[in-house]
């Protein structure tokens, strides 16, 4: 992984479902946090997305703008968006740049086989940039609250 809590995250600009450009700079000032999953539609990444949707207002009144990251096609994004009725922008990967840049993509295994590809990763950014948290052991159907868990960890020290 070549990111670290307390560290600035890599300048990324990626295209969301609508094509339209979301980079660290349009987002400076704003906490969000971005989940790099592998595949649109698949059951796993199903599962986490629908996760993350279901615990949306949540984590929003926590003062987070959602991002989910994956190697698909802005269209495949849209589909994905509309048929299990997402709240936030997924953004588009295709070439990786942003996957490698922050050391998620590479050698994994996956049903038994050594495959390359997404490692499963959720990002906390505070309003600087900077890393709050990484849940790098997603568990898929629980992922919302494993980012809720993470956001209270990660604050826990400076609400006193």
């Keep these: 992984m070549n ?8 300048d990324f600009e990626l295209q ?6 979301i980079s660290n700079k349009s987002l400076k000032g704003q906490k969000f946090l971005m989940f790099f999953y592998p595949k649109d539609d ?3 990444c ?6 993350v949707r279901d615990n949306f207002k949540k984590i929003s009144k926590e003062g987070f703008k959602i991002f989910g990251v994956s190697p698909d096609t802005p269209k495949k994004h849209r589909k994905f968006i509309e048929k299990y009725e997402f709240q936030y922008d997924l953004l588009s990967d295709q070439d990786k ?5 922050f050391g998620l993509w590479g050698p994994k295994k996956f049903m038994g086989k050594e495959i390359i590809g997404v490692y499963r ?3 906390l950014v505070d309003e600087e940039g900077v ?6 052991s997603v568990k898929t159907k629980i992922h919302g609250e494993q980012i809720l868990d993470s956001i209270a960890g990660a604050y826990a020290d400076s609400s006193q």
């Design 42 to 44: 698949s059951p796993g």
């Design 131 to 136: 890393v709050l948290d990484i849940i790098s």
């Design 3 to 10: 990111i670290a809590v307390g560290e600035k995250i890599p």
């Design 16 to 21: 969301n479902q609508d094509e339209e450009l």
């Design 97 to 101: 740049t942003v996957l490698n840049a």
């Design 121 to 123: 990763t959720t990002v």
């Design 46 to 51: 199903t599962k986490e997305a629908c996760s």
